[in-house]
């Protein structure tokens, strides 16, 4: 799940660097790419429409992670998913068949973020922290990000990458 969500975050923050390029015109906001908006529920901001549905698609991989259903789990990947840890990049099969041996029984997810590319991009990062007894005595705080893009009418993860933290923000 960590592969995945590594993989979509970096392609939708490759596809909002390509987005955000326009040439400036002399007619006011007329076909600009206005700049992506970025939600916080950390704060006790409530996030709405997509916004809301993606924070909960990236918990309803979590629970597929923690009960090791690996084709429910591919279920949320887009084919082309790629995901990014710090033993490398996997493909969306190698992302798939790693929840089978690692994953946490139990975490927390907090300090949501998601900011819309688009009606159809979307990045959501946030904070991974594994109870104490799932993993020794100080758990591996993470900072995750997510690259969610709407294909077929579904949304899909593409991107993930997680990143271990030191200070636990």
Same mark, same amino acid.
């Given at each position: 799940?960590?592969?995945?969500c590594?993989?979509?975050?970096?392609s !939708?923050?490759?596809?909002?660097?390509?987005?955000?390029?326009?040439?400036?015109? =002399?007619?006011?906001? =007329?076909?600009?790419i206005k700049p992506?908006?970025?939600?916080?529920? =950390?704060t006790?901001?409530?996030?709405t429409?997509?916004?809301?549905?993606?924070?909960a698609r990236?918990?309803?991989?979590?629970e597929?992670?923690?009960?090791k259903?690996?084709?429910g789990f591919?279920?949320?990947?887009a084919?082309?998913? !790629?995901?990014?840890n710090s033993?490398?990049? *996997?493909? &969306?099969?190698?992302?798939v068949?790693?929840?089978?041996?690692?994953?946490? =029984?139990?975490?927390? !997810?907090?300090?949501? &973020?998601v900011?819309?590319?688009d &009606?159809?991009?979307?990045?959501?990062t946030?904070?991974?922290?594994?109870?104490?007894?799932?993993c020794g005595?100080?758990?591996?705080?993470e900072?995750?990000?997510?690259v969610?893009v709407?294909? #077929?009418? &579904?949304?899909?993860?593409?991107? *993930?990458?997680d990143?271990m933290l030191t200070? #636990?923000?």
């Amino acid at each position: 799940m960590r592969k995945v969500c590594v993989i979509l975050v970096a392609s !939708l923050a490759l596809a909002a660097t390509c987005m955000g390029q326009s040439t400036p015109t =002399s007619q006011p906001d =007329s076909g600009r790419i206005k700049p992506p908006t970025a939600t916080s529920t =950390s704060t006790g901001v409530s996030a709405t429409g997509d916004e809301a549905m993606l924070i909960a698609r990236e918990k309803e991989v979590w629970e597929l992670i923690k009960k090791k259903d690996a084709q429910g789990f591919a279920a949320y990947l887009a084919e082309d998913q !790629l995901y990014i840890n710090s033993q490398g990049a *996997h493909s &969306k099969a190698e992302t798939v068949k790693g929840i089978a041996a690692e994953g946490p =029984s139990d975490l927390t !997810l907090d300090d949501w &973020k998601v900011i819309m590319i688009d &009606k159809d991009a979307a990045i959501v990062t946030y904070r991974a922290t594994p109870k104490a007894e799932a993993c020794g005595p100080e758990p591996a705080v993470e900072r995750n990000s997510t690259v969610w893009v709407k294909r #077929g009418g &579904k949304w899909l993860a593409v991107f *993930h990458q997680d990143t271990m933290l030191t200070s #636990g923000k």
